[in-house]
């Protein structure tokens, strides 16, 4: 299955080039507003995943719209990811996100707005840590 194969509601995007430092595997991206908060549709290829990060001050959501992926938190177990969850992020978790082995996946990210909000990417997800869910 390619980009133009996988159905969704929110279109995928250009190919995430920006960013791309901070995933393994493929992603796309598009912004879908920019007015009054920024909200885009992420996309992920089967196994790509961002590297861990921590959004400063406003925290995010995810709303979850196709496929099948993951969101864990620094020191906690993974959780399975389907559409329709949502995810609330805090400001100031260490957390990261992407595809499961075998799906595309695609969520809404939606920043939360707050004074002197920022990102802060961290190291990979290491195939080792990556590999062991299930």
């Excluded at 719209?65 to 559409?83: C, I, V």
């Excluded at 100031?92 to 992407?98: I, Q, Y």
């Excluded at 082995?101 to 990556?130: C, K, R, T």
Aim: proline share 5%; net charge negative; with cysteine.
């Amino acid at each position: 299955m390619n980009i133009n194969d996988f159905k969704q509601i929110f279109p995928a995007g250009e190919k995430n080039d920006t960013y791309a430092q901070y995933f393994i595997g493929q992603s796309y991206l598009k912004t879908l507003t920019t007015e009054r908060v920024i909200v885009a549709n992420v996309t992920f290829e089967p196994k790509c995943r961002n590297n861990w990060h921590i959004h400063h001050k406003g925290g995010q959501i995810l709303l979850c719209t196709a496929g099948h992926g993951y969101y864990q938190e620094w020191g906690k177990e993974a959780r399975k990811l389907n559409p329709g969850d949502v995810v609330n992020i805090p400001p100031e978790v260490k957390h990261w996100h992407g595809a499961s082995q075998n799906s595309w996946f695609s969520h809404i990210a939606i920043e939360v707005p707050a004074e002197g909000s920022s990102n802060e990417w961290l190291e990979p997800v290491s195939d080792d840590e990556y590999n062991q869910l299930t």
